[in-house]
């Protein structure tokens, strides 16, 4: 057993998010673990840019209100105590609604040969608008 000390926040990087959108990465695999957590906190209106993963993505929701949305149009309100599973390959993305801070755990198992992670495009207004108002 070992205690892990918290990690600093960090801020993500523009070239993968919209808006405000701070993390604090819980861990990140030993030799034996590919397991990837981190706790996300998207400011109103800040979200990912689209993106998939090789093996999928868990999100479970802690606090505040957030989307999540893939490229054939399904959008998901997750609130506090929601978890919602990406499997592999699929194209989404997540992050707050307009009027509400959202906060989540994301997890992930990384792949020895590729990136666990492929990142795409931003997130047009019209599609985030189009989501907030579906979901």
């Known amino acids: 057993m070992e205690l892990r000390p918290a ?16 993390m604090n990465p819980l861990f990140t695999g030993d030799g034996t673990s590919r397991l990837v957590t ?15 993963h090789t093996n999928g993505q868990l999100l479970h929701c802690t606090d505040g209100i957030g989307l999540v949305a893939t490229r054939d149009g399904t959008v998901i309100r997750m609130r506090a105590g929601d978890t919602v ?6 194209e989404h993305w997540h992050g707050g609604t307009a009027d509400n801070m ?10 020895p040969a590729a990136d666990a992670t492929t990142w795409l495009e931003p997130v047009s207004d019209e599609q ?7 979901g």
């Open 7 to 22: 990690a600093a926040t960090v801020k993500t990087p523009a070239k993968n998010f919209t808006g405000d959108v701070y």
């Open 38 to 52: 981190a706790l996300v906190r998207f400011t109103p209106g800040a979200r990912t840019h689209w993106h998939s």
């Open 85 to 90: 599973w990406t499997p592999a390959g699929e």
């Open 102 to 111: 959202m906060c989540h755990y994301a997890i992930l198992n990384e792949t």
């Open 128 to 134: 985030y608008n189009a989501a907030n108002r579906a």
